[in-house]
């Protein structure tokens, strides 16, 4: 994409697999397992791109609603797509975090997450954000606890500073999927400037193609931050 700006953090709300699983006559957990299988091609394509850092929302605190057999399919494709993708992370320099809160996770998958994050620690090139138990509000309460703790004072800048998502900063644009027109509860601090993008597409027929088109958009507005 030859004279187009291109966003440094960008976020996706992965949002589609249900009703795309629906629509051909499966169950949710088979739009699940394409929908996994799609991030790999974005995460490639979109550092190829030469975005720097991706936060990617794979799992809300408020999804633990859903029904139980969703959630456990879900928590047995975060579990593998760590496991495969780890050795893809490392030998391309990409450092892995996961964001979110941990408690409610079960031990085995906590495990592979530091696992991930221990084996790319000391990759430079790329960052790549998986929300997982994340909320935008509880991300805020942490911050500020934290900064309670350390008797530090409450300032714009000292909770940016403690968000999940302080090492590569704000998002410059936020993309969801699956025709829905809301941020759902992500990157609500970070994102109080970010550009938006909304598409119909459901999450797993997002490709390359749909992903350019999102920065290709970004690329064409004017990002003015209040001034004139």
């Not at 320099?93 to 085995?108: F, N, S």
Request: glycine share 8%.
């Amino acid at each position: 994409m030859e004279n187009i700006k291109i966003p440094s953090h960008v976020g996706i709300i992965m949002d589609g697999n249900g009703r795309w699983a629906e629509k051909r006559g499966k169950n949710r957990s088979y739009g699940h397992k394409q929908g996994s299988a799609n991030v790999d091609a974005i995460v490639t394509h979109a550092f190829e791109s030469g975005v720097k850092s991706l936060t990617l929302y794979a799992f809300s605190c408020e999804n633990w609603a859903r029904p139980k057999e969703e959630v456990d399919e879900l928590m047995k494709l975060l579990k593998i797509y760590f496991k495969k993708f780890i050795k893809k992370v490392v030998n391309n320099d990409v450092r892995l975090r996961v964001i979110g809160g941990r408690e409610e996770l079960k031990p085995d998958l906590i495990k592979v997450i530091e696992d991930g994050e221990n084996a790319t620690k000391d990759n430079k090139k790329n960052n790549l954000n998986i929300a997982i138990n994340y909320g935008g509000r509880q991300e805020v309460v942490r911050a500020v606890n934290k900064l309670i703790e350390q008797n530090q004072p409450i300032t714009d800048q000292n909770i940016s500073k403690n968000l999940d998502t302080a090492h590569c900063g704000d998002p410059d644009l936020i993309i969801r999927t699956g025709g829905e027109y809301r941020v759902s509860n992500f990157l609500l601090y970070q994102g109080a400037y970010s550009e938006l993008y909304f598409t119909d597409v459901l999450w797993p027929d997002f490709n390359e193609v749909e992903f350019d088109k999102a920065i290709q958009s970004f690329g064409q507005r004017k990002r003015r931050f209040g001034k004139v």
